[in-house]
């Protein structure tokens, strides 16, 4: 099993930066790929941002060119640094850490979820 605790998020002004983290304890070997999903309100969760492990990354289209993923294989910590944030990106954001995964597609089975946390972007 795989436990993440996420952190970071809050408020920030429009054009602002903030940036999570998500770290993980457990299995962490099993991990082959960490997610970011986000749901905003009245919206179903969608996937913002996937790492793999062989260092393979993928955005979404709303998301590309502002916000990076990475990580830091030492302390077993996933980020997200998002920049240039807007109004629409105010949303509950969760971590994910899948076991498989295509990067390509975006798409792969849920893995063990980060608890969210709360992102408001203010106009």
């Known amino acids: 099993q795989v436990q993440l605790v996420q952190s970071g998020g809050g408020l920030v002004q429009s054009g602002g930066s903030l940036r999570l983290s998500c770290t993980a304890s457990?299995?962490?070997?099993?991990?082959?790929?960490m997610a970011w999903y986000r749901q905003r309100p009245g919206k179903q969760r969608e996937l913002v941002a996937a790492l793999t492990r062989t260092g393979r990354t993928n955005y979404a289209g709303a998301v590309k060119g502002r916000f990076t993923i990475s990580r830091d294989s030492a302390k077993n910590t996933g980020y997200l640094q998002m920049n240039s944030l807007k109004p629409e990106d105010t949303a509950v954001y969760y971590c994910?850490?899948?076991?498989?995964?295509?990067?390509?597609?975006?798409?792969?089975?849920?893995?063990?979820w980060g608890q969210g946390t709360q992102v408001t972007v203010s106009s």
């Open positions: 457990g299995s962490v070997s099993t991990i082959y790929a």
């Open positions: 994910n850490a899948a076991k498989s995964f295509d990067v390509a597609t975006m798409t792969g089975p849920f893995g063990s």
